[in-house]
């Protein structure tokens, strides 16, 4: 049986470029940090694949420290975020701005601020549209930090990050603006510069490229002004923000992936989102509903089932050879709804039967039709929920 991948958003298969990558990469086996020969070389590699994602972020110069490595996007935002709260200039204001559907990463890494003194403002996010008026009123010079994703990983939903980092800079001109960009990075253009951005988070296994790695891009100002120190102490690699030996290996596989998708950008967000309107076209006059929000990202469509669980639809389809999700990987075991599909509108009931369909360049039409089919069947076929 032929498997159809659309699951893309949890992972992504290792694209041909970041496997031969890493296979070149494990010849280079020195420790870029050590002086001989083979430290050499694997420093040299290491400068090389900073800079690849350095432009395939739009960041051509990069300068010293503003792309450090980590072991994945949730390291990198806890990164961003704490390292920032626990720079001395935390002390000057008090007040983070968030969404109610941030990815967990940033989403419990605040609430350990809140824990700690910092007051937190959750925007809310009803269609998958922050609710700028929230926003405005919460712009003040007292704010501190912004963090807001700029693609809601389990709704699609492309946030106005650009328009928030502006009012909250306009309210304090010191304000840190951070955006985990792991689901946005080689799916939308987009640049740091042109969001307003201090720190973007970003991740290799969402783009082709292998688990276990990800990094944060950090402005010029905030590297200039010290304005974040490290959370992980040790040797002081990765210019002293995060120290540990790097993942040289994974690092490779990231540069050549991103290489890879920054190739071909354009296209394959044409591609994905003629896929997202076959399927959204496809359940139009069925019971499943799409959960479509104003503004959407190409790759991520949200269905909700007829009063039929998501779990046992997923099932249904993995048998049919069709690799969907019920939501956020990272939350695949827990009990109970999801916060973002509630913060989305969704009553519990609803957000118990939505699925979560994530397209990459490589899907093609047959595999929406045979989704379409398999869903078709599945509706008819399984037992609903009891009212």
Known sequence: MKRIYLDNSATTPLCPAAREAMLRAMEEFGNPSSLH????????LLKESRTLIGEALGERFLKEGQLVFTSCGTEASALALLGTAYAK????????????SEHPSVARTL????????????????????????????????????????????TGAVYPVREVFQLARAANP??????????????LPFTPRALGADLVTISAHKIGGPKGVGALFISERMKK????????????????????????????????AAGSAMSKL??????????????????????????????????????????????TMLHYLSGQGISVSAGSACSAHKVGPSSVLLAFGLPSRRADCTLRVSLSPENTAADIDAL?????????????INH
């Open 111 to 154: 609430d350990k601020l809140e824990a700690e003194g910092f007051r937190v403002v959750r925007v809310p996010t009803v269609g998958g549209a922050p609710d700028m008026d929230v926003v405005r009123a919460h712009c003040t010079p007292d704010l501190f930090m912004v963090s807001m994703m700029l693609v809601n990983n389990e």
């Open 89 to 100: 200039e935390r002390r000057t204001a008090k007040t983070i701005l968030t969404t109610d």
């Open 266 to 311: 354009r296209t394959a967000h044409a591609h994905m989102a003629s896929l997202r309107e076959r399927l959204t076209a496809g359940l139009a006059g069925t019971e499943i509903t799409v959960n479509r929000p104003a503004n959407a990202a190409p790759h991520i469509v949200s269905i909700t089932l007829p009063d039929i669980k998501s779990e």
């Open 37 to 44: 020969a083979q430290g050499v070389a694997a420093a040299k």
């Open 225 to 256: 002004e010290k304005r974040i120190v490290p959370v992980m102490l040790g040797g002081g690699q990765e210019f002293g923000l995060r120290s540990g030996t790097e993942n040289m290996i994974g690092i490779a596989g990231f540069a050549a």
């Open 174 to 187: 010191q304000v840190v603006c951070h955006t985990d960009a792991v689901q946005g990075f080689m799916k």
């Open 372 to 384: 379409l089919a398999a869903l078709a069947t599945g509706v008819s076929s399984l037992v609903r």
